[in-house]
């Protein structure tokens, strides 16, 4: 008779969830356990999943009761915290005191915003990362005028579109707007659709994706749930929260960082504008921190010998397996090394897609194998996002950055119509090895083709954007 196996999974949002049904759906032994731990009462899970070509992915996201998403009898849930842990005898401790024994373990216990710990108890703080804050967002904007928000990536550039009657300051650390995703020659196409903010009634692209927000999820406190899903701003009506004020203002606040935080008294942030040097002061009502996000692994850091990098993330290799035997990681607590990665047209992100890919990785590496893992993963080929911002479709391809290419060796076919379209391509030798294609242009298949296929373009590899080169039948 087989030894009962006990996999421990660690986190409750999307690559925990991935790693936890993967395992269940590959082994189909009864004597397999998988213990699922979350500090949140509800888990996330992906619905409707669907392909965008042969890489890009869409779904939504489901918040809901561990019960619902694994029927399977082999599968336990536990709302609890991790707050120690012993590699040697493979051993968790968890906040009730109680001792759990694993024979493999996954961590994906994902991030946090950059300062959440130092000023997440004041209330003129908001720090946008799981449904209970979406939650707060909702209340304090009823009472709030002068609006700064603090960060450069996807939840800052979805607010400064949608919200509605404040008076908005954008403070950003880099020379432009979006740099998280979006290089600097896009900016202006960009910049008019964020000033002018939706239209009533303008709706995202395709298919709305759409999270199951539930109230009654309950986490530990002072500890983050699951991350917010995809488009979770639809899901909230700005116009009618903020019905008190009726004029919107954004004012840009480009390549300035925070030097000061005064919260005794009124609230005052003094900042440096690095464009001239001064230093100047904000008397916000309300403070949007979307600074970026940090990995939640201290508890996993000390143990010595699991090795982490500079950002705090636990170092996995392209089959989630850490330096300590038995261990794996995934999702936005984790850090790929690139060099594992042979294809220069991926990259790491924080993103939803990435984490539900690692997730599936994961797990199956936990019960199948890493080399099994690896003969069954096609994610690390092509870098391949689809989203939404500023009401169009976004799809990100290859190295489109690009950051993997030597320097000097690439240059930019830009196409940009007075419509709701752009497309931007890297070319290197004649060779596509990235994409960014915004609004309905109807390029994302052929464009992932010629990136996978390194067709040779030359002859026209300036001009291939325009709209009199029909790239299906050039290639067919």
């Not at 960060?151 to 998280?180: F, H, M, P, Q």
């Not at 921190?289 to 010595?304: F, H, I, L, M, Q």
Request: aromatic fraction near 8%; hydrophobic fraction near 35%; proline fraction near 3%.
């Amino acid at each position: 008779m087989r030894r009962k196996m006990k996999y421990v999974v660690i986190g409750g949002g999307i690559a925990g969830v991935s790693c936890a049904n993967e395992m269940l759906k590959l082994e189909r032994a009864p004597e397999l356990e998988v213990v699922l731990i979350s500090s949140s009462s509800f888990v996330k899970s992906v619905e409707n999943y669907r392909k965008v070509g042969h890489y890009g992915e869409k779904f939504d996201v489901n918040e809901a009761d561990s019960s619902e998403i694994f029927p399977d009898q082999r599968f336990k849930f536990i709302n609890d915290t991790v707050v120690n842990w012993d590699a040697q005898k493979k051993d968790i401790q968890l906040q009730n005191h109680e001792k759990l024994k694993y024979d493999k373990l996954c961590i994906a216990t994902g991030s946090r915003p950059k300062l959440q710990n130092e000023l997440g108890a004041d209330p003129r703080f908001l720090f946008l990362r799981d449904t209970q804050s979406a939650e707060q967002l909702k209340h304090q904007l009823r009472s709030a005028r002068n609006v700064l928000i603090v960060g450069n990536g996807g939840i800052a550039t979805e607010l400064i579109y949608e919200l509605k009657n404040v008076e908005l300051t954008w403070l950003v650390r880099d020379s432009w707007i979006c740099a998280s995703f979006f290089p600097e020659d896009v900016e202006k196409f960009i910049e008019k659709r964020l000033l002018d903010g939706r239209s009533d009634g303008k709706k995202h692209d395709g298919v709305q994706k759409h999270l199951r927000y539930s109230t009654s999820s309950v986490s530990h406190p002072g500890l983050s749930g699951p991350a917010l899903g995809p488009d979770w701003c639809s899901t909230i009506d700005f116009g009618q929260i903020s019905q008190k004020f009726t004029n919107r203002t954004v004012k840009i606040l480009r390549n300035c960082v925070i030097e000061n935080i005064e919260t005794s008294g009124e609230l005052s942030i003094e900042y440096l504008d690095r464009n001239n040097g001064t230093k100047n002061f904000l008397k916000p009502d309300l403070v949007i921190w979307a600074g970026g996000v940090t990995p939640n692994s201290e508890v996993w850091r000390k143990e010595e010998s699991l090795k982490t990098t500079a950002n705090g993330g636990i170092s996995v290799n392209d089959a989630c397996e850490t330096s300590i035997s038995d261990v794996y990681a995934c999702g936005d607590v984790s850090t790929l090394t690139l060099s594992e990665v042979s294809s220069t047209l991926w990259n790491q992100r924080q993103l939803w897609t990435q984490a539900r890919q690692l997730g599936e990785v994961c797990g199956r590496a936990m019960v199948a194998g890493a080399e099994e893992a690896r003969m069954q993963n096609m994610y690390f080929e092509l870098f391949s996002h689809c989203t939404t911002f500023f009401g169009l479709k976004v799809v990100f391809l290859g190295d489109y950055k690009p950051e993997r290419q030597r320097a000097g060796n690439w240059k930019v076919v830009l196409r940009d119509t007075e419509e709701d379209k752009l497309v931007r391509c890297i070319v290197v030798n004649n060779v596509i090895v990235g994409a960014l294609l915004i609004g309905e242009t109807e390029m994302e298949e052929t464009l992932e083709n010629l990136i996978l296929n390194k067709t040779d373009l030359e002859g026209i590899s300036e001009t291939f954007l325009e709209p009199r080169v029909d790239l299906d039948d050039y290639f067919d």
